[in-house]
Protein backbone atom coordinates (compact mmCIF):
# COMPACT_ATOMS: atom_id res chain seq x y z
CA UNK A 1 0.00 0.00 0.00
CA UNK A 2 2.97 1.99 0.49
CA UNK A 3 4.35 1.87 -2.26
CA UNK A 4 1.84 2.08 -4.57
CA UNK A 5 0.97 5.87 -2.84
CA UNK A 6 4.82 6.50 -3.16
CA UNK A 7 4.06 5.86 -7.18
CA UNK A 8 1.00 7.84 -7.28
CA UNK A 9 2.89 11.01 -5.38
CA UNK A 10 5.94 10.78 -7.59
CA UNK A 11 3.12 10.64 -10.96
CA UNK A 12 1.97 13.56 -9.52
CA UNK A 13 5.13 15.27 -9.35
CA UNK A 14 6.57 14.72 -12.61
CA UNK A 15 3.71 16.60 -13.94
CA UNK A 16 4.17 19.14 -11.86
CA UNK A 17 7.74 19.30 -13.10
CA UNK A 18 6.27 19.11 -16.72
CA UNK A 19 3.81 22.59 -16.31
CA UNK A 20 6.26 24.60 -13.75
CA UNK A 21 9.84 23.45 -15.09
CA UNK A 22 11.67 23.83 -11.49
CA UNK A 23 15.14 23.94 -11.34
CA UNK A 24 15.89 20.83 -8.39
CA UNK A 25 19.02 19.46 -6.86
CA UNK A 26 19.64 15.58 -6.80
CA UNK A 27 22.08 13.26 -5.22
CA UNK A 28 23.16 9.95 -6.40
CA UNK A 29 25.30 7.91 -3.93
CA UNK A 30 28.45 5.50 -5.47
CA UNK A 31 28.64 3.86 -2.21
CA UNK A 32 31.83 1.30 -1.90
CA UNK A 33 31.75 -2.28 0.44
CA UNK A 34 33.96 -1.38 3.18
CA UNK A 35 35.96 -4.36 3.39
CA UNK A 36 36.13 -4.73 -0.81
CA UNK A 37 36.28 -1.27 -2.85
CA UNK A 38 36.27 -3.41 -5.74
CA UNK A 39 32.32 -3.76 -4.94
CA UNK A 40 29.12 -1.42 -4.52
CA UNK A 41 25.61 -0.68 -3.20
CA UNK A 42 23.14 -1.47 -6.19
CA UNK A 43 19.44 -0.57 -5.47
CA UNK A 44 16.21 -1.06 -7.41
CA UNK A 45 13.17 1.33 -6.42
CA UNK A 46 9.55 0.39 -5.28
CA UNK A 47 7.98 2.95 -6.43
CA UNK A 48 9.35 4.17 -9.31
CA UNK A 49 11.21 2.21 -12.00
CA UNK A 50 11.21 -0.37 -10.07
CA UNK A 51 12.47 -3.13 -12.84
CA UNK A 52 15.87 -0.67 -12.90
CA UNK A 53 19.33 -0.95 -10.84
CA UNK A 54 20.01 2.43 -9.57
CA UNK A 55 21.79 4.69 -7.00
CA UNK A 56 20.61 5.58 -3.83
CA UNK A 57 20.06 8.85 -3.71
CA UNK A 58 17.67 11.94 -3.55
CA UNK A 59 16.87 15.83 -3.34
CA UNK A 60 18.60 18.03 -1.70
CA UNK A 61 18.80 21.67 -1.05
CA UNK A 62 22.01 23.16 -1.83
CA UNK A 63 21.33 26.38 0.88
CA UNK A 64 20.71 23.82 3.57
CA UNK A 65 23.59 21.26 2.88
CA UNK A 66 26.09 20.11 0.29
CA UNK A 67 25.82 17.26 -2.44
CA UNK A 68 28.56 15.08 0.11
CA UNK A 69 26.41 15.93 2.95
CA UNK A 70 23.07 14.81 1.31
CA UNK A 71 24.55 11.38 0.02
CA UNK A 72 25.42 10.52 3.31
CA UNK A 73 21.99 11.74 4.41
CA UNK A 74 20.24 9.94 1.65
CA UNK A 75 22.45 6.43 2.35
CA UNK A 76 21.49 6.54 6.25
CA UNK A 77 17.41 7.15 5.13
CA UNK A 78 17.09 4.55 2.60
CA UNK A 79 19.63 2.17 3.69
CA UNK A 80 19.85 2.79 7.47
CA UNK A 81 23.75 3.11 6.77
CA UNK A 82 26.42 5.07 7.45
CA UNK A 83 28.88 6.54 5.07
CA UNK A 84 32.71 8.08 5.58
CA UNK A 85 34.83 9.66 2.50
CA UNK A 86 31.93 11.04 1.02
CA UNK A 87 33.30 13.04 -2.61
CA UNK A 88 31.70 14.31 -5.53
CA UNK A 89 32.67 12.47 -8.70
CA UNK A 90 30.67 14.12 -11.14
CA UNK A 91 28.36 17.10 -11.54
CA UNK A 92 25.96 17.33 -14.53
CA UNK A 93 22.86 19.08 -15.34
CA UNK A 94 19.40 17.20 -16.89
CA UNK A 95 16.17 18.12 -18.23
CA UNK A 96 15.08 14.80 -18.74
CA UNK A 97 11.82 14.80 -16.59
CA UNK A 98 10.64 17.89 -17.77
CA UNK A 99 12.59 20.02 -14.98
CA UNK A 100 16.23 21.72 -14.17
CA UNK A 101 18.10 18.72 -12.67
CA UNK A 102 21.31 20.05 -10.92
CA UNK A 103 22.84 15.94 -10.13
CA UNK A 104 25.86 15.48 -8.14
CA UNK A 105 27.38 11.98 -8.29
CA UNK A 106 28.96 11.22 -5.05
CA UNK A 107 31.34 8.34 -4.43
CA UNK A 108 31.52 7.52 -0.32
CA UNK A 109 32.34 4.46 1.56
CA UNK A 110 29.96 2.06 3.60
CA UNK A 111 31.25 1.82 7.51
CA UNK A 112 29.46 -1.54 7.12
CA UNK A 113 28.24 -3.70 4.54
CA UNK A 114 25.25 -4.68 6.72
CA UNK A 115 22.10 -2.15 5.60
CA UNK A 116 17.89 -2.37 6.00
CA UNK A 117 15.72 -1.48 3.48
CA UNK A 118 13.07 1.11 4.05
CA UNK A 119 10.00 1.49 2.39
CA UNK A 120 11.70 3.54 -1.39
CA UNK A 121 13.56 0.29 -1.74
CA UNK A 122 12.50 -2.98 -3.40
CA UNK A 123 15.82 -4.96 -3.49
CA UNK A 124 19.87 -3.87 -2.61
CA UNK A 125 22.78 -5.76 -3.18
CA UNK A 126 26.85 -5.70 -3.12
CA UNK A 127 27.85 -6.24 -6.61
CA UNK A 128 31.44 -5.56 -8.24
CA UNK A 129 32.05 -2.22 -9.54
CA UNK A 130 32.13 -3.42 -12.92
CA UNK A 131 28.52 -4.33 -12.54
CA UNK A 132 28.91 -7.49 -13.80
CA UNK A 133 27.52 -9.56 -11.29
CA UNK A 134 24.33 -8.21 -12.41
CA UNK A 135 22.36 -10.41 -15.16
CA UNK A 136 23.00 -9.81 -18.76
CA UNK A 137 19.72 -8.05 -19.35
CA UNK A 138 19.52 -6.30 -16.46
CA UNK A 139 18.40 -2.58 -17.15
CA UNK A 140 21.13 -0.02 -15.71
CA UNK A 141 20.02 3.59 -14.90
CA UNK A 142 22.00 5.84 -16.61
CA UNK A 143 23.45 7.34 -13.26
CA UNK A 144 24.89 4.07 -12.30
CA UNK A 145 26.84 3.29 -15.81
CA UNK A 146 27.99 7.23 -15.33
CA UNK A 147 29.68 6.38 -11.74
CA UNK A 148 31.30 3.06 -12.81
CA UNK A 149 32.86 4.76 -15.67
CA UNK A 150 33.78 7.64 -13.52
CA UNK A 151 35.06 5.26 -10.93
CA UNK A 152 36.75 2.90 -13.54
CA UNK A 153 38.51 5.90 -14.92
CA UNK A 154 39.75 7.19 -11.94
CA UNK A 155 41.25 3.86 -10.70
CA UNK A 156 43.24 3.49 -14.21
CA UNK A 157 43.62 6.94 -15.19
CA UNK A 158 40.92 7.33 -18.03
CA UNK A 159 37.93 6.98 -18.62
CA UNK A 160 35.65 5.47 -21.33
CA UNK A 161 32.08 7.27 -22.40
CA UNK A 162 28.94 5.20 -21.84
CA UNK A 163 28.78 4.31 -25.66
CA UNK A 164 32.09 3.02 -24.96
CA UNK A 165 30.85 1.12 -21.94
CA UNK A 166 28.07 0.04 -22.89
CA UNK A 167 29.71 -1.57 -26.03
CA UNK A 168 32.04 -3.18 -23.50
CA UNK A 169 29.25 -4.66 -21.21
CA UNK A 170 27.40 -6.00 -24.37
CA UNK A 171 30.60 -7.67 -25.78
CA UNK A 172 31.48 -9.14 -22.39
CA UNK A 173 28.03 -10.77 -22.23
CA UNK A 174 27.62 -11.84 -26.06
CA UNK A 175 24.79 -8.88 -26.57
CA UNK A 176 24.51 -7.31 -29.27
CA UNK A 177 23.19 -3.50 -29.64
CA UNK A 178 19.39 -3.76 -30.02
CA UNK A 179 18.81 -6.39 -27.30
CA UNK A 180 18.07 -3.86 -24.60
CA UNK A 181 16.85 -0.67 -24.87
CA UNK A 182 16.98 1.99 -21.79
CA UNK A 183 13.54 4.28 -21.08
CA UNK A 184 12.99 7.29 -21.14
CA UNK A 185 12.79 9.25 -17.38
CA UNK A 186 15.88 10.48 -15.94
CA UNK A 187 16.56 7.10 -14.03
Known amino acids: ?16 WRLRKPTTYGVKAL ?3 PDDPAKCLVVRHSYVDQQWWALPGGGYDPRKE ?3 A ?3 REVSEELSLEAKHATVLKTLTTELEGKVDHLAI ?3 TATSADFRLNAELAEARWVSIDLGELPAD ?9 AVVGEEGAADGHGEDRDQH ?11 AGDRREGQTGR
Open 106 to 108: VTA
Open 70 to 72: AAV
Open 166 to 176: DQRRRDEHGEH
Open 66 to 68: TAE
Open 1 to 16: MRARVMRLGHRARRLW
Open 31 to 33: LKH
Open 138 to 146: ALISRWLRL
